[in-house]
């Protein structure tokens, strides 16, 4: 870990507790995405899990630097999987207390039946939630269609 890194600063352990804070705002019929990290696995990014099937509906990357972030592993993975999700490398300038203003997000690998959207961007932490939420819709209506019906 670099020290003087602000965006490392944030993280708590491996976990960036403004990311969870967000994610913790989604809510799709009674399930909560969840924030989880593979503890074992130190290099392992933090998950945005299906609460009922306790998969990842994506694979994103968050950054707050303007630096190009690779997201070559969670492609390879993503495309290797049975039911590929799509993957986000997405750019923000939120902290723990201080609200987003800024969400790029680019879509770097997305699988049929997924929105292929290559670049868009919200102003507001609000915009940004409704995106995973909605996602996190995809997945079910995709993955689960009973739980929706
Ligand atoms: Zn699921």
Not at 3 to 15: L, Q, T
Not at 43 to 53: A, K, L, S, V, Y
Not at 100 to 122: A, Q
């Amino acid at each position: 870990m670099n020290p003087g890194n602000p965006s490392n600063n944030e993280r708590s352990g491996d976990r960036d507790l403004y990311i969870s804070g967000l994610l913790r705002q989604t809510k799709s019929l009674d399930l909560k995405l969840k924030q989880c990290d593979a503890d074992s696995i130190p290099e392992m990014f933090p998950q945005t899990i299906c609460d009922w099937c306790k998969l990842p509906i994506a694979l994103i990357e968050f950054h707050r630097g303007i630096e190009y972030k690779p997201t070559t592993y969670m492609e390879a993975w993503a495309m290797d999987m049975k039911h590929p999700i799509p993957v986000y490398c997405v750019r923000h300038n939120g902290a723990e207390h201080r609200a987003g203003t800024s969400f790029e997000i680019e879509c770097r690998f997305c699988p049929p039946r997924y929105d292929n959207t290559k670049e868009f961007w919200f102003n507001n932490e609000k915009e940004f939630i409704e995106w995973i939420q909605n996602l996190y819709q995809q997945h079910l209506r995709l993955r689960h269609p009973f739980l929706l019906s």
